[in-house]
């Protein structure tokens, strides 16, 4: 139907980006077409080995579901996204889809190495989220191509993950936020399979790999996880703007992943803690 | 310059009854409740998705309703704040408000008891932080916030030990 309707029509999910922006006239789109009518997108399913979110689960159906409590990270960024109302439309795959710099999904999925099943006139494709995004607000989907699924590879026993997002009040975007998934080996307790990623750094969210070859194989002592932090700021390039300064997002993203790391190791330890979003 | 749009039939169950009209597709779904089913309870604050004032439940879901197209409410149930009262007698969260001071414009007032409402109905006995995350999405310009997470708290209680006494 997309296809028929030409380049300039428009998909609605959450409709939490799109009508806001087509208030502004910033978008302007020919037609929409509403995906809500559909039955069976709103699904967040575990399998063995994945996790697959459809493409109407909403931020709070995450937030709900079991599997976020095994996979606590996905929580932290669920539970955290603007408000109650936004999260109750909001879809994960809609805030992929519109790629803001500041989004919150793009940096805990890069962790995740999550993969996206995208349906579209050509057929059947999966992209891997880091080739999904090209730059702020644009992705390599097709005009008439949708997300169908989510696809979340479950981590290993022994995971841990943590998001944390630092934002002004509940209805604005992060002012710097960052995800940390790791595993602790079991018999000497060294971190690997380690991914940082960092949000609001720039045209879109990206992983922080000199941090995380610095983590592996490492012990996460305090001096550790300090020194990766440190390590992932010397990778990110935040910009100014309204919301503060390259140097005090700099400030604020090394203490984040030091704090995320933290909270990371002490999940993959099997605590359990509560966390996510914090508002000044 | 004004052409006229198409519009499409819909109807929308508010607070029980059945209201059936004609929309423009672009139509949001607070201004089909207030200036058509004629229910002005629910208040535009900012039409922006930021002050919650508009929030109603749809399906059982709170949600800004000025986020949202009133073709997309088609066949669905919204609860406005008129749907609060019950046979003359206010809801016990109008009630513990009322009593508490916990509104002076009143502007905010209709936003912040629906997402109390969804809040108490998924959360019966809530934290005062976990009712600070319940509102986070309403804005209120007078009263500081105090009283209505005390109102909010002293409903919960109300409520649950209703409950109690019912069982
Ligand atoms: C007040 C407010 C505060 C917010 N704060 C945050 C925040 O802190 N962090 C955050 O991450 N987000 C935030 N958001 C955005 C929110 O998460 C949105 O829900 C999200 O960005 C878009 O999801 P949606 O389902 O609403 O998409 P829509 O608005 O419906 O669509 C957005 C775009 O994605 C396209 N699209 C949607 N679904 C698909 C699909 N399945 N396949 C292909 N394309 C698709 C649409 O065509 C459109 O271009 C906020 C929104 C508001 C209103
Ligand atoms: S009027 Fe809808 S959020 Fe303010
Ligand atoms: S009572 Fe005036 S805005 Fe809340």
């Known amino acids: 139907m997309l296809s028929q309707l030409g380049e300039e029509a428009k998909l609605l999910a959450g409709g939490q980006s799109l009508i806001p922006l087509m208030k502004l006239r910033l978008a302007q789109p020919s037609d929409l077409v509403d995906l809500n009518f559909i039955s069976g997108l709103d699904t967040v399913d575990k399998g063995s080995d994945e996790i697959a979110v459809g493409a109407l689960a909403r931020h709070s159906d995450v937030a709900d579901s079991d599997v976020s409590g095994q996979v606590p990270i996905l929580r932290d960024c669920a539970s955290g996204i603007a408000d109650i109302q936004v999260r109750n439309r909001g879809t994960v795959a809609g805030s992929l889809a519109e790629a803001d710099p500041s989004g919150d999904w793009t940096p805990v999925l890069l962790t995740l190495d999550a993969q996206l099943h995208c349906l579209g006139s050509q057929g059947s494709r999966m992209i891997a989220l880091e080739d999904f995004i090209e730059d702020a607000y644009s992705t390599v989907l097709q005009p008439a191509e949708v997300i169908r699924r989510v696809r979340i590879p479950i981590p290993p026993a022994g995971s841990g993950g943590a998001y944390l997002a630092f934002k002004r009040s509940a209805q604005v975007y992060a002012t710097a936020s960052a995800a940390v998934q790791l595993q602790l080996q079991l018999q000497d307790e060294t971190c690997r399979q380690v991914r940082i990623a960092l949000g609001c750094v720039g045209l879109t969210a990206a992983r922080a790999t000199q941090a995380e070859d610095f983590l592996s194989g490492k012990h996460p002592s305090a001096e550790n996880l300090a020194s990766a932090a440190e390590a992932a700021v010397e990778d990110a390039q935040p910009v100014s703007d309204v919301k503060g300064s390259a140097a005090y997002k700099k400030t604020l993203l090394r203490a984040l992943v030091r704090r995320a790391a933290e909270r990371a190791v002490r999940r993959a330890r099997g605590e359990q803690l509560e966390g996510g979003h914090e508002y000044v | ?167």
Do not use: W
């Not at chain 2, 019950?86 to 912040?112: I, M, N, V, W």
């Open chain 2, 1 to 167: 310059m004004s052409e006229a749009i198409p519009t499409v039939p819909i109807e929308v169950k508010i607070n029980g009854e059945a209201c059936r009209d004609k929309v423009e597709p672009r139509t949001l779904l607070v201004d089909f409740i207030r200036q058509q089913a004629c229910l002005t309870g629910t208040h535009v604050g900012c039409e922006t998705t930021y002050c919650g004032a508009c929030t109603v439940l749809l399906n059982g879901r709170s949600v800004k309703s000025c986020t949202v197209f009133a073709v997309q409410a088609d066949q669905g149930e919204v609860q406005t704040v008129e749907g609060l009262e019950q046979d003359g007698q206010l809801h016990p969260l109008q009630k513990a408000f009322s009593r508490e001071h916990a509104l002076q414009c009143g502007y905010c007032t209709p936003g912040l008891l629906m997402s109390a409402l969804h809040l108490l109905q998924r959360n019966p006995c809530p934290s005062q932080s976990e009712i600070r995350k319940g509102i986070a999405g309403n804005l209120c310009r007078c009263t500081g916030y105090q009283n209505i997470i005390s109102a909010i708290e002293k409903a919960a209680q109300e409520m649950g030990g209703r409950k109690t006494a019912e069982e």
